[in-house]
């Protein structure tokens, strides 16, 4: 099970998610993972030897993005120009690349079969939102690709280019669809501006055929306490970082857990 916190920067999606990952983990093998820029995941979160924590940068991706498919690239560059394997690290640094392998490496743990929850700290609102949309573009943009190698196959030695391609459309559906199956938790505050995003997210997550389960509510007051697609409402907790993560478990940690459908006493 994949369950990601979204939302614009600074609504506390950190806290939230960390606080929930260490309920999950006291019934599960869990890690907590972040795609934040300047991820904090490590600050927030209270020792648990039951819980594990990964942060992905951009330079770590891409390393394992060359380990993965640096000889596949190579094959493919080599179809069209002369080059050496430097070219490699030019290839996994440019924009999109590592983005993109972000997300398979987090359906990659899931499916890993070593932990029962993946929690995804995610970065903020538009970070986020381009990454999945690159994810989708890359889906279809390999179909089209497939399609100009098909075209122009006769004029090169190699089949090996055709079988890459596929190997990476099957990733790519593979992956999409472990994101239509995973859980998206919206967070939102208190303010105008929050709320008027989030439901921005959400129609864009609509568009895009990916879940929201529920929206999260931190730090509100009583002005919109009763709003009705609040499926948790959290207020506003004194204390240093991980204080409020502590109070934000305490509070609503087995409530979040009903709204997920996981019984306690049965896990």
Not at 59 to 83: H, S
């Amino acid at each position: 099970m994949i369950l990601s916190f979204i939302g614009k920067g600074g609504v506390g999606k950190t806290s939230i998610a960390a606080a929930y990952a260490l309920e999950l983990a006291s019934i599960g093998r869990t890690i907590a993972v972040s795609t934040d820029f300047m991820p904090s995941l490590k600050y927030v979160l209270t020792k648990d030897e039951k819980l594990e924590i990964v942060e992905l940068t951009e330079g770590e991706i891409a390393e394992k993005w060359i380990q993965r498919y640096g000889e596949d690239v190579f094959t493919i560059l080599n179809e069209f120009i002369n080059t050496d394997r430097s070219i490699l690290s030019h290839v996994a640094n440019a924009p999109g690349v590592p983005e993109e392998f972000m997300i398979s490496s987090i359906v990659d743990l899931d499916d890993s079969g070593k932990y029962d929850y993946v929690v995804w700290d995610t970065a903020a609102s538009s970070a986020t939102m381009h990454l999945l949309a690159l994810e989708r573009d890359f889906y279809s943009h390999l179909g089209r690709d497939i399609q100009f190698y098909l075209k122009v196959k006769d004029k090169f030695g190699s089949h090996k280019v055709l079988q890459v391609l596929n190997q990476w459309r099957e990733l790519a559906d593979h992956v999409w669809n472990r994101l239509e199956s995973s859980h998206f938790f919206l967070v939102t505050t208190d303010d105008d501006l929050s709320i008027i995003q989030a439901g921005e997210i959400e129609r864009d997550f609509h568009r895009m055929g990916l879940p929201v389960d529920f929206r999260i509510c931190n730090r509100f007051g009583h002005r919109h306490v009763d709003k009705p697609d609040c499926r948790i409402i959290l207020p506003e907790f004194d204390g240093n970082s991980r204080e409020v993560v502590d109070s934000i478990r305490r509070t609503s940690g087995p409530l979040f857990l009903s709204r997920i459908g996981i019984d306690r006493k049965n896990s």
